[in-house]
């Protein structure tokens, strides 16, 4: 596991593009994984799947402490444009890895959500639904770190020739196991259809990034490459910082056939695809 994530984990065990979110009690909708559900986004003060969350502009829903939210209680989520705190919050200890999973490598299905300026971490849809009915409508991304709005992906459509086992998810199915360990599908969005098939390196999901400069800061091992995905202008830096490692020829199969963009670099830095 790089430094990083390393630093990153540590600090959590120390301490949308434009849509209307559903009101209260209303019905759930399509998921990114394409599945569904129902029942509020909101009930009692926690998210479909039970992670509960906190605050709001009417101050709806309480703050919670430990050790009723284990930890630090419910904190702030980021606005993921200004970075600066919202009024609502989350009981990060809900969530399924306690927020020390960042959004290098989330499960399919999965979102990213801004906890801190230096942490964005995965998160349910659920999560981020509750959290935009409490107000906090820009507080999540997809996981190729687009900004979310309350819409799943469309349809995938036909798979690309080739593309099964290569790049991941819709028609393209599932991913594969490699190295040992189980391969997760990252990044498929309204902008990405199709996904990834993040490395698993038996001690956990590497992740990989852009500097400021453009330039490749952490890569991945030496027969993978970090995988950027192409997003729109204002979420580019994001997608940069949040890179995911692909198997070589995967990630030179996505760069050229999947719909949405990917980039793909080398250890020494270099963009070997498109």
């Not at 799947?49 to 009417?58: A, E, P, Y």
């Not at 979310?148 to 393209?172: D, L, R």
């Not at 670099?265 to 270099?270: L, V």
Request: with cysteine.
């Amino acid at each position: 596991m790089h430094p990083l994530t390393i630093a990153l984990i540590a600090m959590t065990t120390a301490s949308c593009s434009s849509v209307e979110f559903r009101d209260p009690g209303s019905a759930g909708g399509a998921g990114p994984d394409g599945s569904t559900s129902s029942g509020p986004a909101l009930q009692d003060c926690a998210a479909a799947d039970g992670t509960r969350v906190c605050g709001g502009s009417t101050e709806a829903c309480p703050w919670l402490e430990a050790p009723d939210c284990p930890g630090f209680g419910c904190t702030p989520v980021m606005d993921r444009a200004t970075l600066e705190a919202t009024d609502a919050g989350v009981c990060w200890a809900d969530l399924r890895d306690h927020a020390a999973d960042l959004c290098f490598a989330c499960v399919d299905g999965e979102l990213c959500a801004q906890r801190t300026p230096d942490q964005l971490v995965c998160v349910s849809r659920e999560t981020c639904d509750a959290l935009g009915e409490l107000g906090a409508t820009n507080a999540c991304r997809y996981s190729d770190k687009s900004a979310y709005g309350g819409n799943p992906p469309p349809e995938a459509g036909i798979c690309p020739v080739g593309g099964a086992g290569k790049i991941c998810g819709g028609t393209c199915g599932p991913c594969k196991d490699y190295g040992g360990g189980k391969a997760r599908c990252v990044g498929r969005s309204p902008s990405h259809p199709f996904g990834v098939c993040a490395l698993d390196y038996l001690d956990g999901f590497p992740g990989c990034w852009l500097d400021d400069e453009g330039s490749l800061a952490q890569p991945c091992g030496p027969n993978d490459l970090c995988a950027i995905f192409d997003v729109a202008a204002e979420d580019q830096p994001i997608a940069n910082r949040y890179g995911t490692c692909v198997l070589r020829k995967y990630c030179e199969f996505a760069a050229y056939n999947l719909p949405g963009g990917v980039r793909c670099f080398d250890e020494d830095g270099g963009q070997v695809a498109p």
